[in-house]
């Protein structure tokens, strides 16, 4: 069964520091992986999706990353600003329109 | 990118009473909708997939009898918390995908219930 695990579960950086956040999961064999934010007492805004066959896709000051092989993927966040505080959860999909597994997610405070 | 729209926001209810939580694809077709619970500081954590037009297929330990699931339509699915109790107060969000072996999933707004 698909497990998936976050570190750190809570982060505080300063505004204009580049950060990783970290996702791991425990069956490679994967279909693809997503990243979203989640504000308090809010939905999911979806910030990049990877399919299986790709190493990493970028999106603005987002990049995320996907080694399949160690059961990893990061999420690195360029130059923070007050505006990404937020939870970012990782999850994961083992199949083709199936469900996504989701990580407890990393909350992230960037002060100004 | 698709629209996802689900209803009440928020929801405040009797111990005992029913709640109906609706789920729409706005823009698109989805064969397949997934129902989620996260508790507070928790993660999302799957209860159940919706297939139009069949029976949900509910996770180990969700009762299907108190969490009733229907999706009539290619873009509504429901979520009916039956006699409600303050246990059953958490946070409901929906999720859809375009198609069968679509990749992308987009998620509603989410459900704040709260069973006093």
């Known amino acids: 069964k698909q497990e998936v695990t976050q570190i750190p579960a809570a982060l505080s950086v300063p505004e204009g520091e580049n950060l990783v956040l970290n996702c791991s999961f425990t069956?490679?064999?994967?279909?693809?992986l997503q990243w979203f934010r989640q504000d308090p007492g809010k939905g999911l805004t979806s910030l990049l999706l990877?399919?299986?066959?790709?190493r990493e896709q970028t999106s603005g000051r987002l990049n995320a990353s996907l080694d399949k092989s160690s059961g990893r993927s990061t999420l690195y966040i360029a130059a923070s600003q007050p505006g990404d505080s937020a939870t970012y959860l990782c999850?994961?999909?083992?199949?083709?329109?199936?469900?996504?597994?989701f990580g407890k997610g990393t909350t992230l405070s960037v002060s100004s | 990118g698709a629209v996802v729209s689900q209803h009440p926001s928020r929801v405040i209810c009797k111990s005992g009473t029913s709640v109906k939580i609706e789920c729409r694809s706005l823009d698109f077709q989805a064969t397949t909708m997934f129902w989620y619970r996260q508790f507070p500081k928790q993660s999302l954590m799957l209860m159940a997939t919706s297939n139009e037009g069949s029976k949900a297929t509910y996770e180990q330990g969700v009762e299907k009898d108190k969490f009733l699931i229907n999706h009539a339509s290619l873009t509504l699915s429901t979520l009916t918390v039956t006699s409600a109790h303050p246990e059953d107060s958490s946070f409901y969000i929906c999720?859809?995908?375009?198609?069968?072996?679509?990749?992308?999933?987009?998620f509603g707004q989410g459900t704040r219930l709260t069973v006093v």
């Open positions: 990877i399919q299986s066959s790709q």
């Open positions: 999720s859809a995908r375009r198609r069968t072996g679509a990749t992308e999933a987009f």
């Open positions: 999850a994961a999909a083992n199949q083709a329109g199936t469900a996504l597994i």
């Open positions: 069956d490679s064999a994967i279909y693809n």
